[in-house]
């Protein structure tokens, strides 16, 4: 009898763990249980916090990251002025015109659209009143949302034609502001091979040569140079001599080692820039080169990823999904960049502050250019 005791003892003992475990493993599921579980939804969760530090945070250091931007543009056109304008006008005055002319342009046109895209708003719906292009409700600022539209959760309101929350603005890009964006990029990439391609020589002349070095160096007799430090005795003394003769009388040899110094200072600057710029190339240019895709798309970063998803859902049903906002690559850059009512090229190659087309609450679509054309046809 005490033998069986012992027995339902470990068995009770053996099924109690595993008891617990499968309890515990009920109630969490019933806790957590959602009909929209997926690896998706798994990786919002665990990425909250990130979220929350870049809604709390981005907002606070935006202006130090308009103030960063500024300060390195400002030391990169300083050292173009300082280092190249010199080294150009003693190799051609004529040719360092020209590049003036060039690099001025592209300075102008960085700074105005940098500008304007910082201080020109994305767009808002109207607040207090009726919006009849609405077609839902913002679900986080409870308000109309047109088409388009989406909420920003560092600003916390919705914005027209949302495209992205841009640190390095400091402001939304939207609507309004999304031709001052891509542009002011195209002008920071197209600047940065401008200073890439004009600046090459000196570059390599500064790190891989002797640059201004030389300049110094053959001032100096070089045959003198090569003999070393010649002394001359003075009341039993040794002492380096800081003199040379030429021509029966002595002359003083140039103190190299300032100079040395600041060969090093230049070569350190070259190298920091050439860094910089080149760095800011690749990047800028990967990034305006994927924008440029989309808008041939007749898409923004936010809807390119709706359109995405909704291609791939079409295709599960065997159909074939058609972005509504996609009249066709040249029609797409005329309304992105304002192209229309008599607009042209002088308003993209130099500053222009003209808006673009319609208010950003409605907006033309494929759909009714076709149901036009159909109508058109039975008439």
């Given at each position: 009898?005490?033998?069986n005791?012992?027995?339902?003892?470990?068995?009770?003992?053996?099924?109690t763990?595993?008891?617990?475990?499968?309890?515990?493993?009920?109630?969490?599921?019933?806790?957590?249980?959602n009909?929209?579980?997926?690896?998706?939804?798994?990786?919002?969760?665990?990425?909250?916090?990130?979220?929350?530090?870049?809604?709390?945070?981005?907002?606070?250091?935006?202006p130090?990251?308009?103030?960063?931007?500024?300060?390195?543009?400002?030391?990169?056109?300083?050292?173009?002025?300082?280092l190249?304008?010199?080294?150009?006008?003693?190799?051609?005055?004529?040719?360092?015109?020209?590049?003036?002319?060039?690099?001025?342009?592209l300075?102008?046109?960085?700074?105005?659209?940098?500008?304007?895209?910082?201080?020109?708003?994305?767009?808002?719906?109207p607040?207090?009143?009726?919006?009849?292009?609405?077609v839902?409700?913002?679900?986080?600022?409870?308000?109309?949302?047109?088409?388009?539209?989406?909420?920003?959760?560092?600003?916390?309101?919705?914005?027209?034609k949302?495209?992205?929350?841009?640190?390095?603005?400091?402001?939304?890009?939207?609507?309004?502001?999304?031709?001052y964006?891509?542009?002011?990029?195209?002008?920071?990439?197209?600047?940065?091979?401008?200073?890439m391609?004009?600046?090459?020589?000196?570059?390599?002349?500064?790190?891989?040569?002797?640059?201004?070095?030389?300049?110094?160096?053959?001032?100096?007799?070089?045959?003198?140079?090569?003999?070393g430090?010649?002394?001359?005795?003075?009341?039993?003394?040794?002492?380096?001599?800081?003199e040379?003769?030429?021509?029966?009388?002595?002359?003083?040899?140039?103190?190299?080692?300032?100079?040395?110094?600041?060969?090093?200072?230049?070569?350190?600057?070259?190298?920091?820039?050439?860094?910089?710029?080149?760095?800011?190339?690749?990047?800028?240019?990967?990034?305006?080169?994927?924008?440029?895709?989309?808008?041939?798309?007749g898409?923004?970063?936010?809807?390119?990823?709706?359109?995405?998803?909704?291609?791939?859902?079409?295709?599960?049903?065997?159909?074939?999904?058609?972005?509504?906002?996609?009249?066709?690559?040249?029609?797409?850059?005329?309304?992105?960049?304002g192209?229309?009512?008599?607009?042209?090229?002088?308003?993209?190659?130099?500053?222009?502050?003209?808006?673009p087309?319609?208010?950003g609450?409605?907006?033309?679509?494929t759909?009714?250019?076709?149901?036009?054309?159909?109508?058109?046809?039975?008439?």
């Amino acid at each position: 009898m005490l033998l069986n005791f012992f027995k339902i003892i470990r068995v009770k003992i053996c099924r109690t763990p595993r008891r617990w475990y499968s309890n515990m493993k009920l109630t969490f599921h019933s806790l957590t249980h959602n009909h929209f579980m997926d690896q998706g939804y798994v990786a919002d969760t665990l990425m909250e916090p990130l979220f929350w530090f870049v809604e709390n945070f981005t907002k606070v250091l935006g202006p130090f990251f308009v103030l960063a931007v500024c300060a390195l543009t400002s030391f990169v056109v300083g050292v173009t002025y300082y280092l190249g304008l010199p080294y150009w006008w003693s190799a051609s005055p004529a040719a360092t015109v020209g590049l003036l002319i060039l690099g001025h342009w592209l300075l102008i046109n960085v700074v105005f659209n940098f500008y304007m895209a910082c201080v020109t708003s994305p767009g808002h719906p109207p607040q207090g009143q009726l919006i009849p292009e609405a077609v839902s409700i913002c679900k986080k600022c409870i308000s109309p949302k047109p088409p388009r539209t989406h909420h920003c959760s560092i600003c916390d309101r919705c914005v027209l034609k949302m495209d992205h929350h841009c640190p390095w603005l400091n402001n939304c890009v939207g609507h309004f502001n999304h031709r001052y964006f891509f542009m002011y990029m195209v002008y920071v990439v197209t600047g940065c091979l401008y200073i890439m391609v004009f600046g090459f020589s000196l570059a390599w002349d500064e790190v891989f040569g002797d640059g201004a070095y030389l300049q110094y160096v053959h001032e100096v007799d070089e045959e003198e140079v090569l003999i070393g430090h010649p002394v001359r005795f003075n009341h039993s003394k040794l002492i380096p001599m800081r003199e040379r003769m030429q021509n029966g009388s002595f002359h003083p040899i140039p103190d190299l080692e300032p100079v040395i110094k600041t060969h090093a200072t230049y070569r350190s600057t070259v190298i920091f820039v050439g860094l910089v710029v080149g760095g800011v190339f690749v990047a800028l240019g990967t990034l305006a080169y994927w924008h440029a895709k989309i808008i041939s798309k007749g898409e923004t970063s936010i809807e390119y990823y709706i359109n995405k998803s909704e291609t791939k859902r079409y295709a599960e049903n065997g159909l074939i999904y058609q972005n509504p906002y996609d009249f066709g690559l040249l029609a797409n850059w005329k309304l992105f960049l304002g192209l229309t009512d008599g607009r042209g090229w002088r308003h993209i190659l130099l500053p222009s502050r003209h808006l673009p087309k319609g208010t950003g609450l409605s907006w033309e679509t494929t759909t009714f250019e076709i149901l036009q054309s159909d109508t058109a046809k039975e008439k």
